[in-house]
């Protein structure tokens, strides 16, 4: 890659980990998570990027995928297990970063410390060349020593511009897949441990949407919606949140939309025995023989 573009997965990198920082500092009991995640999304578009999806606020037995509605009243309370995920992109280039946050308890510290431990295990053995297999291997290991399981059905990821998913996965376990991280790459890796049976499953919908389909609704208001949501995110997610901020009537588009089959809805992924999830992510970028954190 050339130097710009190495500029731009470095400055979003940081801009994304000062923002879940922020983020997760926010998070405590009676505070609305519609205010984390405003706050978040503001701090990350004054320091010069731009959200690469909602901020994801996900509580106990959510894995990922909750991102507040504008007129969402949920708070955290004691006890809670938060997710804190977010991602900034600059001119697409992405940073994805994610940290666990219990609310005035330290009930589930060993569970966070088992997906904290496995990433910082999985990070010193990231290079170039290593199969995505042996680093499921580590996280698998890591999390298994603390006494969890790892969610073995949610996965890190390659990111390219404008790319949230760009078609590596990386796994929380070893799947003995051979495919290799090669000089280049960008990649969040994202170990996720449970004390539930290991599994995610779809739940109802997370406020988190993106295009499917590029195609007339046959409804004006819809298709207005339709042109500043490629204009405004082009091929990233976003949520109701955003759409309300360009269209006063984006509630009922954006239904429209749905029911059309234009726009697709992220479903809140919940473990299957309502385990509680713990989550640690980094964006990492390959560089040659150098391994590159961007987000810490």
Known sequence: MNDDVVECILKA????GEARSLGASMVDENVRLL?????????????GAK?????????????????PH?????????????KVDVGAHVNGYIGDTAQTVEVGTKTHSALIEASAEALDMALNTVTDNI????IGAVIEKAIETNGFVPVTNLTGHSMKQYNLHAGLSVPNYDNGDKTKVMSGMLVAIEPFATDGEGE??????GNIYRVLRD??????????LLEKIKNNFGTLPFCERWCSDIDPNAQDNLKTLLRRGIVYSYAILNEVK???????????????????????
Do not use: C
């Open 131 to 134: 199969s995505v297999g042996a």
């Open 51 to 67: 959200p690469a999806f909602p901020t994801n606020l996900s509580i106990n037995n959510q894995a990922a995928h909750y991102t």
């Open 200 to 205: 995610i499953a779809n739940g109802k919908p």
């Open 13 to 16: 990198g940081k801009i994304a």
């Open 274 to 296: 309502d385990g509680l999830v713990s989550q640690k992510e980094h964006t990492v970028y390959i560089d040659g023989s150098k391994t590159i954190v961007t987000t810490r």
């Open 35 to 47: 205010d984390v995640a405003e706050e978040v999304e503001a701090y990350m578009i004054r320091k």
């Open 215 to 224: 195609r007339p609704a046959k409804d004006k208001g819809a298709d207005e």
């Open 70 to 82: 504008s007129n969402d009243t949920l708070k955290f309370h004691k006890g809670d297990l938060v």
